[in-house]
C-alpha cells in the first residue's frame, strides 16, 4: 500500500498543491548543498537555524556518498543506511584504503552532530518554517558541481527501496516546521547510533585481510583463464559478507557501543518531543507527518491512532535499552530474557553459533519482564502491512 501510494504521489503532480518554497530551497536546486550550507553558517531566527539544520544533515549525506564515489564504494552493504544509497561508478577512482568505512562513519557523526546543534536550538515555542520543493534537493556524488540524472535525492532515495522515480516536476512541497525540526534530531541520533555501531567494531583490519586474500587467490595460475565464472557473479558478495563476519567477531569498543546506546535513546526523546510539538498544531498546510487533524503533503494517509501506536513501540524500546524490560530468547522462558542494556554497556563479539545456541548470551540473561510484541503488532495492524517503511518514515 505504502509504495503504491508514494507511486501514485510521484506519477502527479496534482496530488500536492503548490506552495511557495524557500528561498533555502530554490539556492540548494541553483548551487547545491555546500553552498547553501556556507550561506547559513551563522544564524540566528528559527527558520535559519531550521534550515541550517536540515542542509548540514543533507549535507553530511552527500559527503559521505561523495566519499563513497571518490574510491568507487559502490557496493558496500544493503542493509547498512547510507552505505545502502546508490553511489554511480567512478571512471577514475582513487585507490581504496581498508580505513575508508570507519573514516566515512567518523565524518558522518561530525557532521550529524552539527546539525543536531541548530535543530534543537529550536524550542516548543519557536515558530520555525522551511519550504522545500522535494525535487530541488540533489546529491553532488561526483563532485562536478552540476546535478546529474543520477543525483536527485528522490531518485536516490526510491532506489534504495526499490522504487523507480519519476522525473523532476512532479514531487511534492512540503514545509517543515517546528515540530519537525525535533523529527529531524531525531534521525540524526539513529543514524550516528548506526555509526557509532560500526565503528565499535572497526571493519578496517578485516577488510584488509580480506582483500589480501582476494588478491592472492587472484594471482595464483598466471595468465591461465577461470574455470567457472563463479568469482564474477558472487566474488565481491562473498568478500563483503567475510569482511562483516571477522568483523563482527571482534572484541567491540565498549565506549562505541554505549554511545549507540545514548544516541538510540536520545531518538527516542526527540520523537516524543516531535508528537507533542504536532499534536499541538492547528494549521494544515503542506505537513510533512501530520496529526489527527491534518494531512500530509504526501498524501499518504495516516491514521489518527498512528501518533501513539508509533509511540507506545518507542517506549518498548526504552523499556529494553534502559534494561527496564527485556529481550525475549527462544530457549528462555517467559519469566527471563536478555537485558539489552548491559549487553551494549558490556559488549562481546558477535559469533553467530553461540549466540544463536544462546551460550555466549547466558551471561546477559536474567529473569523479569520480557518486553511483548503486542504494541508493534498493534501498529503493523494500524498501518496495514507497511510497518517497515512507516517506521523508517516515522522515525
Known sequence: MFKSVIAALFLSAATAAAQDVSHVSTTIAQTGLAATADSLQGATTPDDQMALGAVLFLRG???????????????????????????????????????????????????????????????????????????????????????????????????????????????????????????????????????????????????QRVQDASTAMAALGGDSNYGNAYDMQFGTEIDLATMAYFSLQQQPDPAHTRAARAHLLGMIRQNRIFWARVDAETDNFAEWIPNARQTSALGITVPPETGATWQAVLADAEDLLEGRKLLPFWRMKT??????????????????????????????????????????????????GDAMLFAIWLN
Not at 545456541?357 to 503486542?374: D, P, Q, T, W
Open 335 to 384: 519469566g527471563a530474557g536478555i537485558n539489552l542494556k548491559r549487553l551494549l554497556d558490556d559488549p562481546i563479539p558477535v559469533d553467530i553459533v553461540e549466540w544463536l545456541h544462546g551460550i555466549a548470551l547466558l551471561r546477559y540473561a536474567e529473569n523479569g519482564e520480557r518486553v511483548s510484541i503486542e504494541n508493534w503488532r498493534l501498529f503493523r495492524s494500524l498501518v496495514r
Open 61 to 207: 549525506i552527500e559527503t559521505a556518498l561523495q566519499t563513497r564515489w571518490r574510491h568507487s564504494m559502490t557496493a558496500t552493504g544493503s542493509f547498512v543506511p547510507v552505505l545502502r544509497l546508490p553511489v554511480p561508478p567512478n571512471p577514475n577512482p582513487e585507490p581504496f584504503a581498508p580505513g575508508m568505512v570507519a573514516s566515512l562513519f567518523t565524518t558522518l557523526s561530525t557532521n550529524l552532530a552539527d546539525a543536531r546543534v541548530a535543530l534543537e536550538t529550536i524550542t516548543d515555542t519557536d515558530q520555525a518554517s522551511l519550504t522545500l520543493a522535494l525535487d530541488d534537493l540533489w546529491f553532488d556524488i561526483d563532485m562536478n558541481g552540476a546535478r546529474g540524472p543520477r543525483e536527485g535525492m528522490l531518485q536516490i532515495a526510491g532506489a534504495s527501496i526499490g522504487m523507480r522515480m519519476p522525473a523532476v516536476g512532479t514531487a511534492p512541497t512540503v514545509r517543515f516546521d517546528t515540530a519537525d525540526a525535533a523529527w529531524l534530531a531525531a534521525y540524526t541520533h539513529f543514524l550516528s547510533a548506526v555509526g557509532e555501531v560500526v565503528l565499535a567494531f572497526d571493519p578496517t583490519e578485516q577488510i
